[in-house]
């Protein structure tokens, strides 16, 4: 008689056909709550002080939370439960939403701000799917995995800001500011996703079953765990951090400015709306060409294409005064093609970097590196534009984008595969 084998814990575990559906599905509608932590908390910020001087600290809240988020998320996950973390994250995104909503109503700055932090959260939900949908597949398919995660949430993301217009008009209806129309459709995006999660962990769920392979709790991944000492002297682990922040901050810093750029210059609700979706579709729809750039040329490669496109998109961001919208869409393109291969080559990187059981662990460390960076970047780049205007925050992102991707290349040569990695 044979003897049987135990199964191999969640993080090892090549996905059933089908599995990844559902973190399909809950990325493009979860997405469709993404513009309103930044394109409507900007605008939010304007409508009720009058100043653009604030315009990045809901901006910088929001991806603070994002940060708190990814380590709640990532806990669920090294316990075995990734489908209950991701569940968690959104709601308590949702109650974030639910609750500028209020404040909107109340006139309340101090509750706008608590509110942004907490939809903070669902964003690292969002975006550590990815990660799922990568560990859930054979090491040669991580890239393609990757790319279908980024491609679903170009769904939701590209009509996020496209909803400003109408969504506008629905909070007008209401008495609400227009920008709180993104918070409403938020609130039922991220409810939505949550309970899309918290079913498909459930194997017992039918359809959706399958995807318990990688969101069940998983018993055996929960005690084989170790502790991450020394995870971060592994040098592939730091250029993977490394990339993850750089590539962020460049990236929030031009997006927390464009919007309130955009309106200065006469643009209007759907204008502003339809630019921003062209920059959110080149940041997500381009993702199974860097995936699949990844597993063939390597995500060092990829992340170096990346650092190159963000600083073309700073160079480019310094002709926008002259040179109209036309400049401004090969502006946010560029910086969102950049974006992308940046965060995609990144968490290849990282994924092939570090062992198994560590991770979930590596994982919500990225999305707070991430998070930092960003929060680091919406406030500067609201002084920055208040002080010197567009064209001195392009500058500021180029000379980031240069240097930042010099360091990543320089230590992207050297790196080195973690050795207790598996494939």
Request: charged share 10%; hydrophobic share 55%; glycine share 16%.
């Amino acid at each position: 008689m044979s003897t049987p084998t135990a199964s191999p814990p969640a993080f090892d575990r090549p996905a059933h056909s089908g599995a990844l559906g559902p973190l399909v599905l809950g990325a493009a509608i979860g997405s469709t709550g993404l513009a309103a932590g930044g394109t409507a908390g900007a605008l939010l910020i304007v409508d009720l002080t009058g100043s653009a001087a604030l315009a990045g600290v809901p901006t910088a809240l929001h991806l603070g939370g994002s940060a708190v988020g990814a380590l709640l998320v990532s806990w669920e996950a090294a316990r075995g439960h990734r489908g209950r973390g991701l569940a968690l994250g959104f709601g308590v995104g949702a109650l974030g939403a639910a609750l500028v909503v209020v404040a909107a109503a109340l006139g309340s700055l101090a509750l706008v701000l608590l509110g942004s932090m907490l939809l903070g959260t669902a964003n690292s939900s969002i975006f550590l799917t990815r990660y799922a949908a990568a560990v859930g597949t054979t090491p040669g398919g991580r890239g393609k995995a990757l790319g279908r995660i980024f491609l679903a949430t170009a769904v939701g993301a590209v009509i996020s800001p496209l909803l400003l217009g109408p969504s506008g008009r629905w909070a007008r209806s209401l008495g609400l500011p227009p920008p709180v129309g993104l918070y409403l459709v938020a609130l039922l995006a991220f409810a939505a996703s949550a309970l899309l999660y918290l079913a498909a962990s459930n194997p017992r769920v039918p359809v959706l079953g399958r995807a318990a392979v990688v969101l069940g709790p998983s018993r055996v991944e929960a005690e084989r765990a170790p502790r991450a000492t020394g995870l971060l002297r592994d040098r592939g682990t730091r250029t993977a951090l490394l990339a993850l922040a750089l590539t962020n901050l460049v990236m929030v810093g031009v997006m927390t400015i464009a919007p309130i750029h955009l309106v200065a210059h006469g643009a209007g609700e759907d204008m502003v709306g339809g630019l921003i979706a062209l920059h959110v579709l080149a940041m997500f729809a381009v993702g199974p060409i860097s995936g699949a750039a990844s597993d063939r040329f390597g995500p060092n490669r990829v992340v170096a294409a990346g650092a190159l496109l963000l600083a073309v998109a700073g160079a480019v961001g310094l002709l926008v005064n002259g040179h109209g919208v036309l400049a401004m869409v090969v502006h946010l393109v560029v910086l969102g093609v950049g974006w992308n291969c940046g965060v995609v080559g990144a968490s290849a990187l990282l994924v092939a970097a570090v062992p198994g059981p560590l991770r979930p662990k590596a994982e919500g460390i990225g999305e707070v590196t991430m998070g930092l960076g960003a929060a680091a970047a919406a406030p500067a780049a609201g002084v920055a534009a208040d002080l010197g205007g567009y064209s001195v925050l392009a500058a500021g992102v180029c000379a980031v984008a240069v240097l930042g991707g010099a360091a990543l290349l320089t230590r992207g040569s050297n790196s080195r595969r973690h050795p207790g990695a598996t494939g």
